[in-house]
Structure formats: structure tokens, C-alpha cells
């Protein structure tokens, strides 16, 4: 009786043994690949407490979280003969952990140097002002030459970002000084054309002006306001133009006005003479 006891208790700490060495757990991030004799089984095990059959399934864990890896700087040449260094970061996951787990040896490293490869392409295809500039379309076309391969690896690329550019120290001049020659070009025609509408504006200013003389006066009489308004000056009032020409319009009409006179009177002289000479008899 004792003998059996003993045995029942050697058998269910051996089957506990067998159990313990047979329970694995899976991480939240995680996703396991089983493969039973060698061979991976098609479904993956979710995350949780999970049994294998022992000494017949071994499990290997892929982390299914993003993955952001650098890309090392990569030097090349545009397509307008420009020497440049770039570099990148592409944001990558797994979606299918048994392809990832079969189809790759190290996905991560593949990622790399196709990412790498792919990025010297897109520098040959390039132009300079599109490395500068128009970085959202090299960022698509980027992901679409790392997701076609990665695709296949149960990889899923979800973006592709150019960091830096780095150019020569001449072409930073030559840029620079370029730059500078722009915004002198700018300024140069800004200035030209305030001058341009405030000649047109002088210009019909000074046609309303003649219009009405006046006028004249008035904008005098407010810059001489404006002027007094300072106070730490002495004003010196020129005589005004308009009042000389006031002048010389009411002495010409008193001139006209005379000399019509004097013509007036010079007509009735020699009508008197004739009635003088024939009384005299």
C-alpha cells in the first residue's frame, strides 16, 4: 500500500515536471512562432500563457512592436552633379511573425541594408532642389522601395524620413550668395516700384493741383503746420506765388481798364471839332 502511494506521488511530480517544462509565456508585445519537429506550425500563438509538447516543439518569440532604426549616412551623387551625404530613419513592424520568422533570417538587418541601398538610389534619381525642397514625394517613393522587398518578409514599412542633407562647404557659399543676390533682386524692384506709384501719384496730385491753384495754398498752409508743430525751429514764410500772380492779374485789368478809357475819350475829341470850326464865322 505504502509502494503504491509512493508510486502516485512520483508519477504526478513527474507529470508537474513534465507540465512546468512545457508552459511558456507570451509577452503583450510579443508573438510566438512554434515549430514542432522542425517544421513551424501556420498559426502563431497569441499573448498569454501558452503549452508545448515537450521535447517535440520549440517556440521563438518576435516582437511585433514598431521598430525605428537609423539609417547610416549615405553619400552620393545627385542627377545634377552634386556631391551629398544623406541620412534617414525608417519606422518599420511585423505583421506575419511566421513569415518573419522563416522567410529572413534577421529581418531587422535586411530592413537595414535594403533601406541603405534604397537610399543611395533615391539620391542618383534625385535633383538637389528635390532633396531641399520636395522631401514628402522622396519620403513615398522611399517606403515603396523598402516596403516592395520587405512585403514578402512579413515586414510592413510604415514610413521613410530623410533626416539631414549635408552639402559641400563651396556649394553653401555658392548658395548663400545666390540667396543674397535674390533678396537684393527683390528689393531692388520693390523699391522701383514704390517710386514708380508714387510718381503716379505725384503726378496726379500736381494735374489736380493746377486744376485749382488753391489747392496749393492749402497743402502749404499744412505743411507749415506740420513744420511749426516741432517747435525748435525758426520758420522762415516764403512769399506766396499765387499772391504776386493775384497782383499782376488786378494791375493788368486796371491797365486794360485805363486804356479803354483813354481810347473812349480820344473818339469823342475829333467828333467836337467840326461844330467848334462852324460857329466861328
Known sequence: MEGTVVTVVVVAVLLLLVLKSGMRVVNQV????????????????????????????????????????????????TRDNVSVKVDAVVYFRVTDPVRAAIEVQDYV???????????????????????????????EGLALMIDSP??????HIDRVEIKDVQLPESLKRSMSRQAEAERERRARVITAD???QAAQQLANASRIMSDTPEAMQLRLLQTVVEVAA??????????????LRYFDRTVQKIDSDLGQKSGLSERQVPAQRPAENAEQP
Open 194 to 196: 514704390g517710386e514708380f
Open 150 to 155: 520587405a512585403a514578402g518578409w512579413g515586414v
Open 109 to 139: 538587418f535586411a530592413v537595414g541594408q535594403v533601406a541603405q541601398s534604397s537610399l543611395r538610389s533615391i539620391i542618383g534619381k534625385s535633383d538637389l532642389d528635390d532633396l531641399l525642397s520636395d522631401r514628402e514625394r522622396l519620403h
Open 230 to 243: 516741432e517747435k525748435n525751429s525758426t520758420l522762415v514764410m516764403p512769399f506766396p506765388v499765387e499772391l
Open 30 to 77: 510579443e508573438r510566438g512562432v512554434v515549430f514542432r519537429w522542425g517544421k513551424a506550425l501556420p498559426a502563431h500563438r497569441q499573448p498569454g500563457v501558452t503549452f508545448l509538447i515537450p521535447f517535440a516543439d520549440r517556440m521563438r518569440k518576435v516582437n511585433v512592436q514598431i521598430v525605428t532604426m537609423p539609417v547610416p549616412t549615405q553619400e552620393g551623387i
